[in-house]
Each structure stands twice: as structure tokens, then as C-alpha cells.
């Protein structure tokens, strides 16, 4: 098994939590947030510090998409339709501060600042394959850990059968949620079991630094067995539930988008086959793996259920 947690990783290998600040991040943020260079130095608010990682478990020997690509091909319906006008847009989101409420069946909700949520846990380098549902594919190296660490400290209670999850809602911030695409605020949900299973992981950063705007900064989820539009970026509300969230994609087509959203190459979309997949920077496409890959580590959730139905 290459599960390793947190608490087995030895303290030697753990350089001191949280972040390294360079001293030109530290100038430009104590300038931009107007605070005090001490606070400054806490703050890791800007895309491109660095970050202080180990490395992570679920590895791949993969070819890693370059970063030009996985940060001006995007979707984030918050800033535009398009792949492009994320990188174009989001550089207008206020990244810092930025608070989580953690809220629901759970015997300690609280509002989080995000910081405080990095400083959880070892920074984690993990790299994971991202496909999206509409046929292209990316591999990632992010930066987190998993999101169980959190969960945890809530103390969900038998209530608590699904985590329902949700995106900042601020048109002023989010020109594109004064169209009417998506219900606004975008909202995703994981089955519990799912949310505490190791793979599934609270996301602050992508190649060693801080996650660009137009990736879901500040924090955002990454659940790599199933299709990108589950990986809720900028999130700012987590909502432990007993019933199974609506969420913004089964709201808007529920013929199209079930809850699950497991890869599965067996299931077609109702409008296009999910058989194969084309990487982003290559030519041929390749055959779309059970689960993205990852059948081993998460088949036994769903043992027993129909796929077909729950899709
Ligand atoms: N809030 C929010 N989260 C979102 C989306 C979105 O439109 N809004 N798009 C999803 C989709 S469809 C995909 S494929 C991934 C893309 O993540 P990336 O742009 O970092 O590659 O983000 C997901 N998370
Ligand atoms: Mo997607």
C-alpha cells in the first residue's frame, strides 16, 4: 500500500509547516494587503510562492502537463464559458483573507481562516490525473493534503452522511456569475466515505507554489477519481448534510451530470462517448481508465452499486 498519512511521515522529513515566503513575495504582500510585514510573511496569498512540500503517495510516472497549460486552459464557469477567460479574468479574485465556514452535522463547526487550514498538515506534493468530462486530460502535480485532516476536526456526527461543498459567490469578484450558465453559487458534494477516502484531498497549490487564480485559489478540492467538474475550486463553505447534495451540474442537466461523476469509460455522457480521452500536448487519443485510474484505491466504495444508475 502506498498510503502514507501525515502522522507516519517522520518528523525529520518534515521541514518546519507551512511556507517559505521569498523575500520578493514578502515585499509585494506586505505592500498589497496593507498589513504589517509580519503578517505579510504569514500570508501566503500570491500565485507563485513557493511552498514547502514532501512528497506525496499516489505518484505517477506520467508525463506532467506543462504549467503554461494547466493554467491557461481552464474552466471556471465563475469567470467565463471558455477555457481561456480564466486565466484572463480571475486575476480580480481577493485571495486573502479568505475564511472556510465548516458547518452542518458536526460537533465543532467554525469559520477557518485559510491559513490556518494549510498550517493542518504536511504539504503534500501529489500528482494526479485530472479528466474532465468533456474528453481532455491534464496530469498534476498539486499541492495538498487530505481533505480527512479537516473533516476530522469537525467531528461529523452519524448525521453527517454527505459533505456538500460550495464556491465563493461575489459577482463583483466573479463577472460571470451575472449569467445565468450555472446556478450560482457552485456547489459540489462527495458521499462521506468518499470525502475521508486518502485520495481525496483540500488543495492550495500546483508545482511547488501557490494555486494561481484561475486554478481555484485559495483552496480547492481535488478528487481525481472522478471528473474534473467535481474538484470545486475557491471554495469558501464546507456543509456536512444528511441528504445527497444538488449540485450545480445536476441542477442545470440532470440527465447529463449524476452525483458521482466517477470516470467511467463505460458510461457514455448522453451526448458524446467517455471511451477515450485526449492529454492535453498530445496527438493520438488514449483509452480512459476505470475510475481514472485509481479502480484500486476507490472501487470498494461502490461495490454493490450500479454504475449505470448512480453515474
Ligand atoms: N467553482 C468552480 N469549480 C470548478 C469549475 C467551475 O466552473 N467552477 N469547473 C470544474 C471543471 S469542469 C474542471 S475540468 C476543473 C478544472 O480545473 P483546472 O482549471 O484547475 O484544471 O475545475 C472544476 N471546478
Ligand atoms: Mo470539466
Not at 56 to 66: H, Y
Not at 114 to 135: F, H, P
Not at 263 to 290: C, Y
Request: glycine share 8%; proline share 7%.
Amino acid at each position: 500500500m502506498l498510503i502514507r498519512r501525515a502522522s507516519d511521515i517522520a518528523s525529520s522529513e518534515i521541514t518546519p509547516q507551512g511556507v517559505y515566503v521569498s523575500r520578493r513575495d514578502f515585499i509585494a504582500g506586505a505592500a498589497a494587503v496593507g498589513g504589517s510585514l509580519l503578517a505579510a510573511a504569514a500570508v501566503p496569498a500570491f500565485a507563485g510562492t513557493k511552498l514547502n512540500t514532501v512528497k506525496g503517495p499516489f505518484g505517477t510516472d506520467e508525463k506532467l502537463t506543462p504549467l503554461k497549460d494547466i493554467t491557461n486552459y481552464n474552466n471556471f464557469y465563475e469567470y467565463g464559458t471558455d477555457k481561456y477567460s480564466p486565466a484572463a479574468k480571475a486575476g480580480a479574485l481577493r485571495t486573502r483573507p479568505w475564511t472556510v465556514k465548516v458547518e452542518g452535522h458536526c460537533k465543532k463547526p467554525k469559520t477557518y481562516d485559510v491559513d490556518e487550514i494549510m498550517r493542518m498538515a504536511t504539504l503534500e506534493e501529489r500528482v494526479y490525473r485530472l479528466r474532465c468530462v468533456e474528453g481532455w486530460s491534464m496530469v498534476i502535480p498539486w499541492t495538498g493534503f487530505p481533505l480527512k485532516v479537516l473533516i476530522d476536526r469537525a467531528e461529523p456526527t452519524s448525521k453527517a452522511k454527505y459533505v456538500e461543498f460550495t464556491t465563493l459567490l461575489d459577482p463583483g469578484q466573479m463577472p460571470n456569475q451575472r449569467s445565468g450558465v450555472l446556478e450560482w453559487p457552485y456547489v459540489e458534494g462527495l458521499r462521506m466515505d468518499e470525502a475521508l477516502h486518502p485520495l481525496a484531498i483540500l488543495c492550495f497549490g500546483l508545482y511547488g507554489e501557490v494555486l494561481p487564480n484561475q486554478n481555484g485559489a485559495p483552496i480547492r478540492i481535488i478528487a481525481p477519481w472522478k471528473y474534473g467538474f467535481k474538484s470545486i475550486k475557491s471554495l469558501v463553505k464546507i456543509r456536512f448534510v444528511e441528504t445527497q447534495p444538488q449540485t450545480a451540474w445536476m441542477k442545470a442537466a440532470p440527465n447529463e451530470y449524476g452525483f458521482y461523476s466517477n470516470v467511467n469509460p463505460t458510461v457514455d455522457h448522453p451526448r458524446w462517448s467517455q471511451a477515450k480521452e485526449r492529454r492535453i500536448g498530445e496527438f493520438f487519443k488514449r483509452s480512459t481508465l476505470m475510475f481514472n485510474g485509481y479502480a484500486e484505491q476507490v472501487q470498494g466504495l461502490y461495490s454493490g452499486m450500479d454504475l449505470r444508475k448512480n453515474f
